[in-house]
């Protein structure tokens, strides 16, 4: 375990429903290539802080990047709804342009 991660841990478990800390770990499980754990924390931000509309293109691309397109199609598409809802125009169009390119 590097460093930051157990930094980031240690964090955590000061602040267990810190959303930004859950989002810097899943960050750091990515940089790492351990995309299991990323994926754990990214779909765990889905459902506990929904409206957090970065953690949607972040999760998308890391399906694309694990060649799960239809997952980050739906990651996306969820995501544009969401900044829909929360008024966030910036990540509308930056999840509209992944779920684009996707197909």
Same mark, same amino acid.
């Given at each position: 375990?590097?460093?930051?991660?157990?930094?980031?841990?240690?964090?955590?478990?000061?602040?267990? +429903?810190?959303?930004?800390?859950?989002?810097?770990?899943?960050?750091?499980?990515?940089?790492?290539?351990?995309?299991?754990?990323?994926?754990?924390?990214?779909?765990?931000?889905?459902?506990?802080?929904?409206?957090?509309?970065?953690?949607?293109?972040?999760?998308?691309?890391?399906?694309?990047? +694990?060649?799960?397109?239809?997952?980050?199609?739906?990651?996306?598409?969820?995501?544009?709804?969401?900044?829909?809802?929360?008024?966030?125009?910036?990540?509308?169009?930056?999840?509209?342009?992944?779920?684009? +390119?996707?197909?």
């Amino acid at each position: 375990m590097s460093a930051r991660l157990a930094q980031l841990k240690a964090l955590m478990a000061e602040s267990p +429903n810190d959303s930004f800390l859950w989002f810097a770990i899943a960050k750091e499980y990515e940089k790492q290539g351990k995309t299991t754990d990323a994926l754990e924390f990214y779909q765990k931000l889905t459902v506990d802080a929904p409206d957090d509309v970065g953690t949607y293109y972040h999760l998308g691309k890391l399906y694309e990047k +694990n060649s799960d397109f239809e997952s980050a199609f739906k990651t996306y598409k969820t995501g544009i709804a969401i900044a829909t809802k929360v008024g966030d125009q910036h990540a509308k169009g930056e999840l509209m342009a992944a779920k684009l +390119n996707l197909g």
